[in-house]
Nanobody, 123 residues
Framework: QVQLVESGGGLVQAGGSLRLSCAAS????????MGWYRQAPGKQRELVAR???????DYADSVKGRFTISRDSAKNTVYLQMNSLKPEDTAVYYC?????????????????WGQGTQVTVSS
């Protein structure tokens, strides 16, 4: 029905930058909130940043001033620009989207997740 595909992860030195992208596709009627989460080894998944359909953003305290979330609604895509990366930012990053999708039986709303992309920051 709906797929989210992330890209842009990789290995970077501390202080460097990466840009993650997440494109949603499928039987999409509309997308409400979109967000980025991360999960480091041995830790719970945590919210990094999210953005509403109106462009209102929210960030975890640990990334404020360093990360910027944005979206291109025409492309059903959300981005995460990560600057001044630190080793503690190392994690698998997942995107999520609250999607209203259509089926032969009507429209439904659900949250969908991407498969995750690894971000590794070396010291």
């Amino acid at each position: 029905q709906v797929q989210l595909v992330e890209s842009g992860g990789g290995l970077v030195q501390a202080g460097g930058s990466l840009r993650l992208s997440c494109a949603a596709s499928g039987s999409i009627f509309s997308i409400n909130d979109m967000g980025w989460y991360r999960q480091a080894p041995g830790k719970q998944r945590e919210l990094v940043a999210r953005i509403t359909s109106d462009g209102i953003t929210d960030y975890a305290d640990s990334v404020k001033g360093r990360f910027t979330i944005s979206r291109d609604s025409a492309k059903n895509t959300v981005y995460l620009q990560m600057n001044s990366l630190k080793p503690e930012d190392t994690a698998v990053y997942y995107c999520s989207a609250e999607v209203t999708f259509y089926t032969g039986k009507g429209n439904f709303e659900s949250e969908f997740w991407g498969q995750g992309t690894q971000v590794t920051v070396s010291s």
